[in-house]
């Protein structure tokens, strides 16, 4: 299996401007969580699905921030408009619910200046 | 609430000597323990879990972890450290809130294993 599958895995934007990352779980997974890694914030949990449907998004920062997962194959990250405190290393990771575990992507590194 | 702590920051250890990460969790049921490494530059890298069952818990590159049930803690352990073990390891246990209706975990803030040569 490929695993976790995330895009770009580096992302440099000016503020302002629209970002997407993207996520492609493990197929069969039907769990997929988004978290954000900072060295002062540690690692967040951002929104999580259950068969793509969002279930707990309590740790969305704020509205420039949305999620989508059309299928069970794809989810994207939306920052609209991004500010540099968006700056961060984000995680896609993925479940089966009779694993328990979380498997995760490679990251996304985002800088916005 | 649900939580998970991992009281050292840092854990310095020779190589060769055993190594000992530190994890104790509060929960309102049975534990479903993690714990997870993430070396520089990656995604974090699950290592072993606990469900149920014995309380020594096997797990990738020759870690362990004991659960102690009486002290509410999921110490993760190696028998003889070596300098590629240098990461920060995070100890997880499963959000119950959901009523086990989910694979949410709720993470330490990590521990920096740091094994000189």
């Known amino acids: 299996d490929a695993g976790v599958i995330q895009s770009p895995r580096h992302e440099v934007t000016e503020m302002g401007q629209e970002v997407t990352l993207r996520c492609k779980p493990i197929?069969?997974?039907?769990?997929l969580f988004w978290y954000r890694q900072t060295m002062m914030r540690g690692l967040e949990l951002l929104i999580y699905?259950?068969?793509?449907?969002?279930?707990?998004d309590s740790g969305m920062p704020e509205d420039r921030f949305s999620a989508k997962m059309p299928n069970a194959s794809f989810s994207t990250l939306k920052i609209q408009p991004s500010e540099p405190r968006d700056s961060a290393v984000y995680f896609c990771?993925?479940?089966?619910?009779?694993?328990?575990?979380?498997?995760f992507g490679p990251g996304t590194r985002l800088t916005v200046l | 609430a649900q939580s998970v702590a991992q009281p050292e920051d840092q854990v310095n250890v020779a190589e060769g000597n055993p190594l000992t990460v530190k994890c104790t969790y509060s929960?309102?049921?049975?534990?479903?323990l993690f714990w997870y490494v993430q070396y520089p530059n990656r995604g974090l890298q699950f290592l072993l879990k606990?469900?149920?069952?014995?309380?020594l818990v096997k797990g990738s590159y020759g870690f362990e972890a004991e659960f102690n049930k009486s002290q509410t803690s999921f110490h993760l352990k190696k028998p003889s450290a070596l300098v590629s073990d240098s990461a920060l390891y995070f100890c997880?246990?499963?959000?119950?809130?959901?009523?086990?209706?989910?694979?949410?975990?709720?993470f330490g803030t990590g521990t920096l294993l740091a094994v000189q040569p």
């Open positions: 990771a993925s479940s089966k619910w009779d694993i328990g575990e979380q498997f």
């Open positions: 997880a246990v499963r959000d119950l809130n959901y009523g086990g209706a989910t694979n949410k975990l709720i």
């Open positions: 197929s069969g997974h039907n769990s």
């Open positions: 699905f259950n068969n793509n449907v969002p279930i707990d």
């Open positions: 606990y469900i149920t069952g014995d309380n």
């Open positions: 929960v309102s049921g049975n534990p479903y």
